[in-house]
C-alpha cells in the first residue's frame, strides 16, 4: 500500500465524489485539488465554478492558486463573469456541488466561520468570515463538506451560523426559504459522514483506511448515528496520488 | 473624501485593488472611514492600524490561506475598536446591484435561515406571487468608490481585462466614483471596441492615469501579485505585531511623495518580472 497523508487523502476521497459532465463551486486549497484530480479521471467534463468569477478554468500543475481570485485560478477559463453573476448561476440552480471547508461544523453540517464565544459584535475569537461559504451552502444543489476531522471542529451546535446546512433538521431549511440544496456529506480524514434523510443528522457512511468507527465517534462532539450499511473506504491508490502530487509538486496545500 | 464617509472598494481581495487611491486616502489621514469590500486584503489592516476606520462590511478578511487569520482584524474586531459587519460575499453583491438598479433590495434566496441574516438586519419578504419567503437584501449606495481599471479614454469610459470583479455595479452604485487607469486611450479607440466599455464615462467623477497602480496586488495580463511581498508583511506581524504595520504605513504610504517613488521601492525589475508571469497565465 502507498503511503500517504491526511491531506492526500482528504483530496483523494473528495475527488471520488464528482461525477462527470456536472458543475462544482470549489475554493482553494483540497477542495481545488480533489476537483482538478477529479477532471483528470473519472470527470473529464467537469466544470470548475470558482468565487472569483471564473468558470471552466483548468488548473496548470504546480501552479495552484493561492485564492479564488487571481490569474492562476483563472488559467484557460471559459468565462470570465463578475462574481455576482458566477454566484447567480448557482441561484439559477446550475451547480451541482459545492466543496467547502468549516472551521466549526454541528450535527446538522451547519457550518461557522464567523466567530467563536462572545457577542457577535465582540466575539471571543473572530474568523475570516463566510467569503462565499454561505452563497454555495444556500445555493448548490448538493454540499460536500471536506474537512479535517478534529473534536473541537465537530460541535454538537455550532456557536455561529455562517452557512446553513439542515439548520435545525426536519425540513427546517426548506421552511427558511431555501429551495433545494442540503449537505449530502462529509468527507473528513477519518472517515464519510453523511446525513439521516429524515431527521437530517449526521451519521457514519465510511470508514477510511487506518481508521475505525470508535476513533470516529472519539474524535466527533456529538453523538453520530450509524447508516444502514458502513463501508469501508478503499485507500488512495498509487495512480491517484502520483496525478494528485504532479498538482501540487510544491506541497502548498498536501503538506 | 469626508471624514466618516462610506467607502466601496474596487477589485477584490489581493487582485485589480486600487492601490494608488487607498495609498493616498490613507495619507489624507481621513477618519471614521467604513470600508466596504467583498474580500478585504490587508489595505483593511493598514486603515486599522493608522486608525482610519471604524466599521468594515465584508464577506471575508485576511490576504489568504497560507498567510492564516489576520491578528491585526482580530485584535481591532474582538476589542470592539472596529466593527466587522459580515453579508455573504453574493449578498453584498447584489446589494451593490440593487443600488446600481436604482432599486431599494432585490430578492435572493441566499443568506437565508443562516445568523448572517441578523449582523446587517436582513429582512424576509413573501414573493406576491407564490408566497414563498425571499431574502430582501438592501441596496447599499456608497459614498464613494475607488476603483482601478485597465484603461480609459479621458471622458472617463472604463474598459476592464479579465474578471470584471464588481466594478461596474460598484460605480453605478456610489456617489462619487475615482478611477485609476493602467491606461489612457485615445477617444477612438473607446469607439473601435464599446463593447468592451463596462463603466460608462458618465458616472466617473475622476480619473487619474496611474500604471501599476494596483501593485502590489495584481492586474490581469499586466502583472501578477507580488506574493513574497505579501509573505514579508506578514512575517514582520507575526514578529512585531501593529508596529511592523505602523512601520510599512510609513515606509510605503506616509514617506513616499508619488506613487512612482512608492514604485521605486519595488524597482523595475520587479515589477517586470510580475509583468512576465501575468503574460505566461492569460
Excluded at chain 2, 467607502?7 to 477584490?12: C, D, E, K, L, T
Excluded at chain 2, 474580500?39 to 468594515?56: H, K, T
Excluded at chain 2, 463603466?199 to 480619473?207: E, K, Q, R, T, W
Amino acid at each position: 500500500m502507498s503511503e500517504y497523508n491526511a491531506q492526500e487523502l482528504l483530496a483523494v476521497v473528495a475527488a471520488r465524489e464528482l461525477r462527470d459532465d456536472t458543475t462544482v463551486f470549489a475554493g482553494v486549497g483540497v477542495p481545488l485539488l480533489a476537483a482538478a484530480l477529479a477532471k483528470q479521471r473519472q470527470a473529464p467534463r467537469l466544470t470548475m465554478v470558482i468565487e472569483g468569477g471564473i468558470i471552466g478554468p483548468e488548473i496548470a500543475p504546480g501552479r495552484l492558486p493561492i485564492s479564488t481570485n487571481e490569474m492562476r485560478a483563472a488559467f484557460r477559463a471559459t468565462m470570465l463573469p463578475a462574481i455576482t453573476d458566477a454566484f447567480l448561476f448557482a441561484q439559477r440552480g446550475f451547480v451541482d456541488v459545492g466543496f467547502m471547508g468549516g472551521a466549526q461544523i454541528d450535527q446538522f453540517g451547519n457550518i461557522n466561520t464567523s466567530v467563536l464565544g462572545g457577542d457577535y459584535w465582540k466575539p471571543k475569537v473572530r474568523l475570516p468570515g463566510t467569503g462565499g461559504a454561505n452563497d454555495i451552502a444556500s445555493l448548490c444543489r448538493e454540499i460536500i463538506i471536506v474537512t479535517a476531522h478534529e473534536k473541537r471542529r465537530f460541535v454538537p451546535k455550532v456557536d455561529f451560523i455562517t452557512s446553513p446546512g439542515w439548520l435545525a433538521g426536519d425540513g427546517s431549511r426548506g421552511r427558511a426559504g431555501l429551495l433545494f440544496g442540503g449537505v449530502s456529506r462529509v468527507v473528513t480524514t477519518l472517515g464519510t459522514l453523511g446525513f439521516d434523510p429524515v431527521s437530517r443528522r449526521m451519521r457514519i457512511e465510511a470508514v477510511h483506511p487506518g481508521a475505525t468507527i470508535d476513533k470516529i465517534r472519539e474524535n466527533t462532539g456529538f453523538d453520530l448515528l450509524d447508516a444502514p450499511e458502513i463501508s469501508a473506504t478503499p485507500a488512495p491508490t498509487a495512480d491517484e496520488l502520483a496525478m494528485l502530487r504532479a498538482l501540487d509538486p510544491d506541497r502548498r496545500f498536501l503538506g | 473624501m469626508s471624514d466618516g464617509a462610506h467607502v466601496a472598494i474596487g477589485g477584490i481581495l489581493f487582485s485589480r485593488t486600487p492601490m494608488a487611491l487607498i495609498r493616498e486616502v490613507l495619507r489624507a489621514r481621513r477618519r471614521g472611514l467604513t470600508l466596504i469590500r467583498n474580500l478585504s486584503c490587508y489595505e483593511a489592516e493598514l486603515f486599522m492600524v493608522a486608525g482610519g476606520i471604524e466599521r468594515i462590511v465584508t464577506a471575508w478578511m485576511g490576504i489568504g490561506l497560507p498567510w492564516g487569520v489576520s491578528k491585526i482584524m482580530r485584535h481591532h474586531v474582538e476589542s470592539g475598536n472596529v466593527a466587522f459587519e459580515e453579508w455573504s460575499h453574493l449578498a453584498l453583491g447584489l446589494r451593490f446591484r440593487a443600488a446600481a438598479m436604482g432599486l431599494p433590495f432585490l430578492p435572493s434566496l441566499t443568506m437565508l435561515g443562516s445568523d448572517l441574516m441578523a449582523v446587517g438586519g436582513m429582512k424576509t419578504l413573501e414573493d406576491p406571487y407564490t408566497g414563498a419567503t425571499l431574502a430582501a437584501v438592501p441596496a447599499l449606495f456608497p459614498d464613494v468608490a475607488l476603483l482601478h481599471v485597465h484603461r480609459a479614454d479621458r471622458f472617463g469610459n472604463c474598459q476592464i481585462d479579465g474578471y470584471p470583479h464588481m466594478d461596474a455595479d460598484i460605480a453605478r452604485a456610489a456617489t462619487t466614483v475615482l478611477v485609476t487607469t493602467e491606461e489612457i486611450v485615445p477617444e477612438e479607440e473607446t469607439r473601435k471596441h464599446p463593447d468592451r466599455t463596462v463603466i460608462p464615462g458618465f458616472a466617473v467623477d475622476a480619473l487619474v492615469h496611474v500604471p501599476f497602480g494596483s501593485y502590489p496586488h495584481e492586474c490581469y495580463g499586466l502583472y501578477e501579485a507580488d506574493v513574497e511581498h505579501f509573505d514579508e508583511y506578514a512575517k514582520g506581524i507575526d514578529a512585531r505585531g501593529a508596529d511592523a504595520v505602523s512601520d510599512y504605513l510609513e515606509r510605503y504610504v506616509y514617506a513616499p511623495a508619488t506613487f512612482t517613488d512608492y514604485l521605486d521601492l519595488f524597482g523595475g525589475e520587479r515589477l517586470a518580472r510580475q509583468g512576465k508571469k501575468a503574460r505566461e497565465l492569460t
